[in-house]
């Protein structure tokens, strides 16, 4: 079974402070990806990689960095969190077979900033 | 920028009943997959249907997609508890190698 696993379920930070969300698969997939789920708002991409060293940004990269230094792990970095960073962090891996992508998710982390 | 929107955003149906909720996208697609969230955790794979594809079943699940309409529709028939859940739609857009998800629709089982 693949597995994607987030270093945290939940953390709490200070305003301000510089936070590092994890993420590893031990799948060998090429790309992941981190999201961020809101209540009525789904999930939303922040940043994605589809090779070591390699990224783009998502739809909402502001106030976010990433990094992948090695295939099985993508970083998330918070630079100076703020409270409307507040939320669920959703990484996920993929493979793609015959055109097809399916996607494969961490627990999530939840978020707070106080 | 969010491809697919689910309807309804809620839904809550006794145990036995089916559910049905649909999604609607924008742009071509390679595929629809339809994923459920139990509460706070991470999403799973349910299902995948290919745009040449116009219905597939998966047990009690059976999706449909009309590609003229660009919607999407997820029956989970005979419902149980455990079917509780949010369900979201993500479609693989054409041309593109991530997935962009609804805002989804949360069923609640009644026993």
């Known amino acids: 079974d693949v597995k994607v696993t987030q270093s945290s379920r939940y953390l709490v930070k200070r305003t301000g402070e510089k936070v590092f969300l994890e993420c590893v698969q031990d799948?060998?997939?090429?790309?992941m990806f981190w999201y961020r789920q809101d209540p009525g708002l789904g999930l939303r991409l922040i940043y994605f990689?589809?090779?070591?060293?390699?990224?783009e940004k998502g739809d909402i990269p502001e106030g976010y960095s990433v990094s992948r230094e090695k295939k099985e792990r993508f970083s998330l970095i918070l630079e100076s969190a703020s409270t409307n960073q507040t939320s669920m962090y959703l990484c996920?891996?993929?493979?793609?077979?015959?055109?097809?992508?399916?996607?494969?998710f961490g627990q999530g982390t939840r978020l707070t900033v106080v | 920028s969010q491809q697919g929107e689910e309807d309804p955003q809620a839904l809550s149906i006794q145990e036995g009943e089916n559910a049905t909720m649909n999604c609607s996208y924008k742009?071509?697609?390679?595929?629809l997959q339809w994923y459920r969230q139990n509460s706070g955790r991470g999403l799973v794979h349910l299902i995948l249907?290919?745009?040449?594809?116009r219905e597939k079943h998966s047990g009690r699940l059976r999706v449909t997609l009309d590609t003229s309409k660009k919607s999407s529709s997820l029956l989970i028939t005979a419902s149980r508890a455990a079917d509780t859940a949010s369900y979201f739609c993500?479609?693989?857009?054409?041309?593109?190698?991530?997935?962009?998800f609804g805002a989804g629709t949360t069923v609640t089982v009644r026993a």
């Open positions: 996920a891996s993929s493979f793609q077979i015959r055109g097809d992508t399916e996607a494969f």
């Open positions: 799948m060998d997939h090429e790309n």
């Open positions: 990689s589809y090779d070591v060293k390699m990224k």
């Open positions: 742009t071509s697609i390679n595929n």
């Open positions: 993500a479609t693989d857009a054409v041309g593109d190698y991530k997935l962009s």
């Open positions: 249907i290919r745009s040449n594809e």
